[in-house]
């Protein structure tokens, strides 16, 4: 039980990243993003793309700390691929979903553009890599290491929740302390009165599609590494992310980090007693209960 | 030459024309208060002159520039401030955060003028590091006064500054702005409490029917019959 519990951190911190990201785009550009899974799948097969196709060609060395699968490769394809995956976000933003904000439609025409987008980013990467399952680092052998209580763990997956835990403190920190992420909570709080105040809103949301993408591809590596990468791997994401979402108060970056964290445990738990292919379901057991019992979420006051 | 100047303004909201051909002009320094019945476009006039609204026709002129049709981000950085009636505060953000917001345009240093405002509402300083979602009505105004002061501009036009409030609220709120408007800031207010408005304004009109109904320093539309009848209950 313990051992699961640490399994669905690990899983949490995924989902976390993704979610902050969803919450944020849902508060600032006030739509549900339903591409926001793909842009995981996206940010996975850019770093794909570049540790099998690019760093070899230019002569990265290959080699990886201790028995993670950790090494130049991956530290690098990291930034690289957060970087590329906001800029597509920003494009995607910028092509789509401004348009219909300048002829101000309605969140759900949004929404529906975004299932569009998801179906495009998907279908182009079946295009580009198959269908097929695929390792970053096929044949490596990581061993877990044997912690008290029982708990076995891999380096890979110790690496992943503390990157998650600290790429969440930076978001803290940015949303914080910092003039444009006050200016973003600002947004979000009154999109109006941002405007009425001076503050430049368009600049706002190119920053919150640039960061929440970010942080999918950074969600997406770490998933390819923990797991594998297929062509459906984000798409699979949008129901914990959405629930992780919904049960931290939309909006609410930091609800989104719990959030996150409870759904990733409560899905592995119940592979103590379900067919861990009933994982979704959990998910969405769980979205449905905070639905019924508080639809504000954990942290939203009244409204 | 006036500060802000609206000739024969036509406006309103898509297709329905509120205004139909408005006139207004504030001085430097000067109070003016704009009241009338529910519906007669006094809320509309703000906005309008904001850039919230459109313009269909005539102009408006801001410390000689033309302003018609700019939108409320460009009139911000030329010295007017605008005070929503509702929904004008970031509530999950603190007192000090939104007026680091309203400061947002400003690149130089302006802390000292974020004192100068934490000392005209005391009540706010000790609170300064609080949500404002968590304040009473009357502060939340302050607030919302704080923030757009925070551009140091040169007129600030607040919509129904004392609506919803307590009377000892509304006294203190009236109290603050005129001493807002003694530090050398022109006020356009619009105020359902019409009577106390008018005590302390330069100028007021009278608006009905998205029209000019009168015009006149605050005294004289006191002692009008007719307006005290039609305009002011009795």
Redesign the interface.
Known sequence: MLELTVYGIVYGSIIALGAIGLTLIYGILRFANFAHGDLMSVGAYIALFLIQVVFPLLGVPQERFGGTSFGWPLILAMPISAGVTALIAIALDQMFYRPLRARRASPVILAMASLGAAFIVRNLIYIFWGPDKINYFPGLYRPAWQLPFDVRIRPDELIIVVLAMGLVALVYFFLQKT?LG??M??T???P?????????TEQVRVWTWGIGAALAAVAGIMYGVNALLYPEMGWGFLLPLFAATILGTVGNPYGALVGGLVIGIVQRISTAWLNPAYQPAVAFLVLIVVLLVRPQGIFG?RS | MALLEVQGVVSGYGGMEILHGVSLRVEPGQIVTIIGPNGAGKSTLLKTVFGLLSVKAGRVTFNGTDITGWSPDRIVRLGMCFVPQTDNVFPSLTVQENFEMGAFIRTDDYRARMEEIFALFPDLKARRHVRVGALSGGQRQMVAIGRALMLDPKVLLLDEPSAGLAPKMVELIFERIREINKSGVAIVMVEQNAREALKFSDWGYVLAGGENRFEGSGPALLQNEEIGRLYLGG
């Open positions: 003039k006050k200016a909570r600002a979000a709080d009154n109006d009165l941002a405007r009425v105040t001076g503050i430049n006051g």
